[in-house]
């Protein structure tokens, strides 16, 4: 299916597969190994007991699909909602193995979830269906198989339910089991902005190209949680303008320059950026369409899509947000000339970091926060350079420069290997 021909929009990972099979295509791989490389390694179902508060016993359904282990363990998060699929997971595992190989750290791709309330639930019910959704997985995870990592709905706190889970049953403890840890359990330096600040390094290589300077650079960021509130402040603190910002409720906008150390004050206290005196309100869709140079949609999936992507004024698009733009939007972004910095590269800013902290809890040996993020720019501009780089040479765009790059160093592992058929 050709992306330009694809009307309808898709899910993830539908929009995941037309990509890869875009690229692929331009490769000229071999039929049997694109076929290998599309399908995950293994997909795990568990139903999950869990004994409730009210001393109810409840069953929770809960996936990990190990997409590739062709390049290293598999890494991936593990997300927690009420209307999470094993189709939705299949997709975002599959992106976990192009984006690792994009940045070009030694893991495959997976990706868990559990379908579960998390705002209905109190916190030990959330222990409780954690430990054992690891317990049913433990055969198949491991510091040297798949290491899982927080996701939508899950955090610091699941990540050690996990690792101290994990533990109990090794027998030992097992830092490296996940990342994405409290600091004080093995974490690293620099994790909880790591998505953010990579955001901003492939965006001031953007501006690079098109020799602007920060401070001339107005942005509009959709989504004020981790991604989107770290980039912000980063941003900010380097001198970008930050005009506008929205979150699930409503936007704020102010085209002076938002003042962010005050909206992050603001959004401590009042959770939302609604109410904000600094700005204007504007809608949270809405807020896509302004005028801005660069755009960081650092939210949810499919927010630009073939309904508004002709309205989107940005001269970048920074995807901070995994799959926000969807195959059909790509095509009219692309005719019309914005410049794509696609998610697998924009937000491999967490994962590069996460491989970082594996890396220490294997060691046993901690670096300071300034190497954490020194060896995160030199791997994101690399990358960066490698995407566009591919991009001129195949005559594509980001996008699927991106995926090209990422499929062929799979390939080439697999060739390498040999496929044991
Ligand atoms: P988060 O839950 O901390 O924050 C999400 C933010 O988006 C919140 O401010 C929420 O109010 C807002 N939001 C949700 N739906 C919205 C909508 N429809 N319109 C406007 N705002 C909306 O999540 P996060 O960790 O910041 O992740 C955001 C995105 O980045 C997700 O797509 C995630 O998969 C991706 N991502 C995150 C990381 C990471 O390290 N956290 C790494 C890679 C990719």
Redesign the pocket.
Known sequence: MSIVETEKELSVYESMAARFDVAAQKLGLDEGLVKYMRAPNREIIVHIPVHMDSGKLEVFDGFRVQHSIARGPCKG?V?FSPTVTLDEIRG?AAEMTW?CAVVNIPFGGAKGGVVCDPQMLSSGELERITRRYTAEILDYIGPERDVP?????TNEQTMAWIMDTYSMHMRHTVTAIVT?KPYDLGGSRG??E???RGCMIVCDQALKRFGRERSATRVVV?????????ASRLMHEAGYKIIGV????S?VFNTKGLDIPKLLEYTREHK??EGFPGGERIG??E?LEQDCDVLL?????S?INSKNADRIRARILVE?????TTPPADAILFDRGVFVVP?ILA?????TV?YFEWVQDRQGYFWPEGMVNERLKHIQVSAFNDVVGYGEKHNVNNRIAAYMLAIDRVALTLKLRGIYA
Request: proline share 8%.
């Open positions: 998060g997300r975002l984006k990592a927080p996701d939508m709905n994405g994790r909880p790591a998505t953010g959709q989504g004020f949680g981790n991604v989107g509130s770290q929205a979150d699930i409720k936007g939302f950026v949270k869709m807020i949609p650092a939210a949810t999936e927010v901070g947000a995994n799959s926000p998610d937000n491999a800013g967490g994962v996460s």
